[in-house]
């Protein structure tokens, strides 16, 4: 006698669609509420709720995801996510990165403009709202040195 079928929806081939956790109410309801009711996807990064909530622009969160990028591949990531056993992951040209790292350093105004970026983009550390101009100007210039904005006229 054969084993019954299992149920749910299934591709033309036959095989079972795979079943989307979106997770809990309460997780997809806290999703929502940070970003603001806009696309739950950002919610996972300081960067990406500042952004839902029309804090910063898309050009200052590219910034802020390419520069986070080019330090993490010229340093590697701060909080790795699983160890790996051959060395450190995600490093490029460190030479390469670690120069156009330094000269996009270069861009922020103050040290305190380069650690709230940093804190923010690289770290992914929460916020603090009484921060968001210095934010704004460390983003805006390194958004200008890549190539993300044209320097305002």
Not at 5 to 23: H, M, T, V
Not at 34 to 45: E, F
Not at 71 to 78: D, E, T
Not at 115 to 132: G, K, L, N, W
């Amino acid at each position: 006698m054969a084993r019954p079928k299992k149920k749910g929806e299934r591709f033309p081939s036959g095989d079972l669609k795979p079943i989307i956790d979106r997770g809990t109410d309460e997780l997809t309801a806290r999703r929502l509420l940070l970003t603001a009711g806009n696309d739950p996807a950002l919610s996972c990064y300081p960067l990406g709720v500042l952004l839902s909530r029309k804090v910063i622009t898309q050009d200052q969160h590219n910034a802020g995801v390419a520069y986070a990028g080019l330090f993490w591949r010229a340093r590697g990531k701060p909080f790795p996510k699983a160890i790996n056993m051959g060395g450190i992951s995600g490093r490029g040209e460190p030479e390469g990165d670690l120069t156009r790292l330094h000269d996009a350093a270069r861009q922020f105004h103050s040290r305190k403009v380069r650690d709230i970026v940093e804190s923010v983009a690289v770290y992914e550390r929460a916020h603090d709202p009484r921060e968001t101009d210095h934010l704004r100007l460390g983003l805006n210039a390194i958004a200008v040195h890549l190539g993300i904005m044209r320097r305002a006229a």
